[in-house]
Each structure stands twice: as C-alpha cells, then as structure tokens.
C-alpha cells in the first residue's frame, strides 16, 4: 500500500486548506483511512478517519465541527476539509489506511499500526 498526502501549506488564523491522500494498492471498498496529526513536542493524534464499506466517518473532538472527512472512490482519494483553522492544528499531517473497520476512536488506534503517508505540513499563523 502507498499513501501520498498533498495540500498542506501555510494558512493564517481561521483560514482553509484542503488535505488529500491518494492510495495505491488498496482495494477500494475494504478499507478505512485516517489522519494523524504530530505537532513537535506533543503527542502524536489520530484526527479522523472514514470507512470504505459503510462511509462511517470519526471526529476527534479537537476537530469535530472544522473538519470534514470524504471519499472518492474513483479518483481513490481521502480528502480532509480543514476549516477554521487554529494555531494549534499546526502540525504534519499523516494519512494512514488500513482494513475495513467501522469509524471510530477504537479504530484510529488499529490504524496507527497500518500503512503511513509520508506526511505534508500544516502550518497556521496567528
């Protein structure tokens, strides 16, 4: 499996970015993607995640109501929308896939034992 992130930048305060991550190798359909995030000094964090299967999707409430996960099947890509973004979002951006699991906080932490992206950094200025 590869994972290419792409789309991350420098964003002031409350402003936008669009982070996408295209795989290969995957069978699409039976798999589940997410974002972890490390910012330097701090833990590593698992963002959010979607299932191929059955499209559930998972927030970390740090994110929750600023970021949207989705999927397009046919391009196989992973977008996460980053909308109101804070200084604290600062940080690179990890897409992460492994097999098909039901969106979760349980299954970020099977993801953090999957296939990682090489990462692209977030940053955004106060």
């Known amino acids: 499996v590869q994972l290419v992130e792409s789309g991350g930048g420098l964003v002031q305060f409350g402003g936008s970015l669009n982070l996408s991550c295209t795989a290969s190798g995957l069978i699409f359909g039976d798999y589940t993607i997410g974002w972890f995030r490390q910012a330097p000094g701090k833990e590593r964090e698992g963002v959010s995640c979607i299932s191929s299967s059955d499209g559930s999707t998972y927030y970390a409430d740090s994110v929750k109501g600023r970021f949207t996960i989705s999927s397009d099947d046919a391009k196989k890509t992973v977008y996460l929308q980053m909308n109101g973004l804070k200084p604290e979002d600062t940080a690179i951006y990890y897409c992460?896939?492994?097999?098909?699991?039901?969106?979760?906080?349980?299954?970020?932490?099977?993801?953090?034992?999957?296939?990682w992206g090489q990462g692209t950094q977030v940053t955004v200025s106060s």
């Open positions: 992460v896939a492994d097999g098909d699991l039901k969106a979760s906080a349980q299954a970020m932490d099977v993801l953090e034992l999957g296939s």
